[in-house]
């Protein structure tokens, strides 16, 4: 493809500290790690970031550092990947579902209908790189006395108002390949709380405080300070990605209106999206079918994605699964047929914006 979906911003500073990595002899968790979640206490606002292997183990290791009972109800989206699912079920939770809002995140005035008495914790999705209703679900959190995990994998730097994700509940981020930032593999753990940050080290560590003392039944979750040093100065630029990132959103909403049968991308006042994801809708009204639309860019040479083409728990395992309540959710349904996510990425430059929005509109203006 010569327009893709992500693009890797691998400087010569990234090339320094991993030597530098190599040649101290230490690779495993250290300085540069440390390095790294001093980067993420500063974007997230918080007392605390830990790093871990995954996004996904930055989700199950915040579950069990919660001590929620087993069995216990955890609210979560249905339009999300997978990983928010996997999650729940390892940390030996049940999972529930909240439909989404036009904007792709959970519809914070549904949360009342599906609260249960088992219910202990929320796990909003900051999807595509929009916050969720914050302000609205942290305040419901609080009322009902649950617990606040924040699925932030894909908004690095997002923020409602002044407050960035992550500082609301226990933020996770991701740092996977495709991720806005990046170590190839990887992830961290946000929060204010020292009690949950000092679970968070020892079930990283094999639950030791010091070597061979164990205090609980723990993992290697450990990420490396090879793939931190990866990842440092990717975060010192993250400012700048975003702000490119934002210019390419504008850019492409401007030259893709007025396209019937193409919705895009709606951003709810007083939040920040960083465009991990610029995604439109592709509504029965189109003139082409989303897979025309797709394959149509493809043959331009440019990618498109479809996430994500159902809700998390429409497949057999998950059906069947005896933690999964399945749900009626109509709108995340709706969103699984009509969304394609279109380039965004902070590489692009405007003749690759027009050659994006002419290719959309061939096959739908
Ligand atoms: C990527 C992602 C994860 C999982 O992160 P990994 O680092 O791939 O384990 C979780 N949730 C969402 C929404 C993601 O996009």
Same mark, same amino acid.
């Given at each position: ?10 400087? #010569? ?7 530098e $990595? ?16 001093q980067g ?7 007392? +605390?970031?830990?790093?871990?292997? @995954?996004?996904?183990?930055?989700? !199950? ?12 109800? !955890?609210i ?19 999972a529930?579902?909240?439909d ?9 005035s549904?949360l009342?209908?599906v ?9 909003? $999705?900051?999807?595509?790189g ?11 959190a609080?009322? +009902?006395?649950?617990?606040l !995990? ?14 960035? !994700? ?9 740092l996977?390949?495709t ?13 204010? @709380?020292?009690?949950l ?6 079930l ?6 010091e ?33 490119a990132?934002q ?8 030259r ?10 709606? $951003?709810?006042m ?19 079918s ?9 043959k331009s040479?440019?990618?498109s ?5 159902? #809700? ?28 394609? @996510?279109?380039?965004? +990425? ?14 959309v509109r061939?096959?739908?203006?």
């Amino acid at each position: 493809m010569k327009i893709a979906l992500t693009q890797l911003q691998m400087g #010569p500073d990234v090339e320094r500290l991993v030597l530098e $990595v190599l040649r101290s002899g230490q690779l495993a968790q250290g300085p540069m790690v440390e390095r790294l979640e001093q980067g993420f206490r500063d974007l997230a606002g918080t007392r +605390h970031a830990l790093a871990v292997s @995954s996004g996904t183990t930055a989700l !199950v290791v915040a579950l069990q550092a919660l001590e929620l009972e087993s069995g216990a109800e !955890v609210i979560t989206s249905p339009f999300t990947f997978v990983a928010t699912l996997n999650a729940i079920l390892e940390a030996g939770c049940t999972a529930r579902f909240v439909d989404v809002g036009a904007d792709f995140t959970m519809d914070e005035s549904a949360l009342a209908e599906v609260l249960t008495d088992r219910t202990s914790a929320i796990l909003p $999705v900051h999807l595509f790189g929009l916050p969720a209703a914050m302000d609205s679900i942290s305040a419901f959190a609080a009322e +009902h006395d649950l617990a606040l !995990v924040e699925d932030a994998a894909q908004a690095h730097g997002a923020r409602c108002g002044v407050r960035a !994700v992550g500082s609301y509940g226990v933020g996770c981020f991701s740092l996977y390949a495709t991720k806005n930032v990046t170590t190839g593999e990887g992830g961290i753990v946000t929060t204010e @709380s020292d009690e949950l940050a000092d679970r968070i080290r020892l079930l990283r560590n094999q639950g030791m405080r010091e070597r061979y003392r164990y205090e609980l039944p723990g993992h290697n979750y450990r990420l490396t300070d090879l793939q931190a040093a990866v990842g440092i100065p990717q975060l010192e630029r993250l400012p700048e990605q975003i702000t490119a990132r934002q210019r390419n959103a504008a850019g492409l909403s401007d030259r893709l209106s007025g396209i019937e049968g193409l919705v895009p991308p709606d $951003v709810p006042m007083g939040r920040e999206h960083v465009w991990h994801q610029y995604t439109v809708r592709i509504t029965p009204q189109a003139r082409s079918s989303r897979e025309v639309v797709a394959s149509s860019l493809a043959k331009s040479g440019i990618a498109s994605g479809v996430y994500y083409p159902r #809700p998390v728990f429409d497949y057999e395992c998950y059906r069947s699964h005896p933690a999964v309540v399945v749900a009626e959710v109509p709108n995340a349904y709706v969103a699984a047929r009509e969304v394609l @996510s279109l380039p965004v +990425h902070q590489g692009l430059q405007e003749q690759d914006l027009d050659a994006i929005a002419d290719a959309v509109r061939q096959v739908l203006a």
